[in-house]
């Protein structure tokens, strides 16, 4: 089944203590992309990837680092959580940034305290 | 730069009758348009897009949309609303280029048998 997977789906943490989120896709697909979504701010794009070793800064990539050394990996990295960071967290993957429809994992609900 | 206004917070329609789910855009060029539905504790799904060409888009599960130039918009629609409807919807939109896929703040379809 094509799919895009996030892990972990919840996680609640305190502030300062390094995490990640991992992302993988099974669609061979280039493209893909961190979004997280906030109440009243619909999603707003942290990282995006165009292919293997080529990221790029979205409209709110501060407090974030990412990585992509394999085609289907794509973890978001928070170095020093601030509870500013609390939200809900999606990978999605494409294939081709432009005109192809995005599919979206099911979501991690990070709680920073 | 590019944007998409979602101008009702909430949609409320009684099932069988028909629905509208409305947006707006604004690019600088020719833009390509997305809507997509998320249900609870679940990723954005892709209902249909517009590139190019005709201008009434027919999707998933029944939805269409109709691509409008001179008014710059993109509204969601459905001919008999069904309880099963029932979710967030989210307007998106790019431009050509390295740009960003830009989101609406999202809709709530309620059907109400």
């Known amino acids: 089944e094509a799919q895009v997977t996030q892990n972990p789906r919840y996680l609640i943490t305190v502030t300062g203590k390094k995490l990640t989120v991992t992302c993988s896709q099974n669609?061979?697909?280039?493209?893909m992309s961190w979004y997280r979504q906030d109440p009243g701010l619909g999603l707003r794009q942290i990282y995006y990837?165009?292919?293997?070793?080529?990221?790029d800064k979205g409209d709110v990539p501060e407090g974030y680092k990412v990585s992509r050394k394999e085609k289907r990996n794509f973890p978001l990295i928070l170095e020093s959580p601030s509870p500013n960071q609390t939200s809900l967290y999606f990978c999605?993957?494409?294939?081709?940034?432009?005109?192809?429809?995005?599919?979206f994992g099911d979501g991690t609900r990070l709680s920073i305290l | 730069a590019q944007s998409v206004a979602q101008p009702e917070d909430q949609v409320n329609v009684a099932e069988g009758n028909p629905l509208t789910v409305k947006c707006t855009y604004s690019?600088?060029?020719?833009?390509?348009l997305f809507w997509y539905v998320q249900y609870p504790n679940r990723g954005l799904q892709f209902l249909l897009k517009?590139?190019?060409?005709?201008?009434l888009v027919k999707g998933s599960y029944g939805f269409e949309a109709e691509f409008n130039k001179s008014q710059t918009s993109f509204h969601l629609k459905k001919p008999s609303a069904l309880v099963s409807d029932s979710a967030l919807y989210f307007c998106?939109?790019?431009?050509?280029?390295?740009?960003?896929?830009?989101f609406g703040k999202g809709t709530r379809l309620s059907v109400i048998a």
């Open positions: 999605a993957s494409s294939l081709g940034p432009i005109n192809q429809p995005q599919h």
């Open positions: 669609m061979n697909h280039e493209y």
């Open positions: 990837s165009m292919n293997v070793e080529v990221t």
């Open positions: 690019v600088s060029g020719n833009p390509y």
């Open positions: 517009y590139i190019t060409g005709d201008n």
């Open positions: 998106a939109v790019r431009e050509a280029g390295n740009t960003p896929l830009v």
